[in-house]
């Protein structure tokens, strides 16, 4: 999964680069890996959470974030899942339950 999403990542940032390139500063000229911060990740998701490529026109890119959007979501909620069955299988295996 996270494959995925850094091939998304990589889609989204050359296709904001090449035709939004002011959106593309605003978002703090994000790059993959190369010279990346905080700061850049947070300005992603807010993004994909408050749907800002709706207003840009251009489909590719609103496909792309509504799908990474629900990609965000969806891989949040089964980490979440997966982080709740180790506690509870480690509460039984330590005879805590």
Known sequence: MAAAWFVMCLRLFEALKKRFPEKYKEMGSPKLFRDNDMSETIKLIK??????????????????????????????????????????????????V
């Open 47 to 96: 993004f994909l959470f408050k749907k800002e490529w709706r207003g840009l026109g251009d489909s590719e890119v609103s496909n792309l974030g509504a799908f990474m959007l629900w990609f965000f979501v969806a891989y949040i909620v089964l980490l979440l899942i997966m982080f709740s069955l180790v506690l509870w299988e480690s509460r039984h295996a330590l005879g805590f």
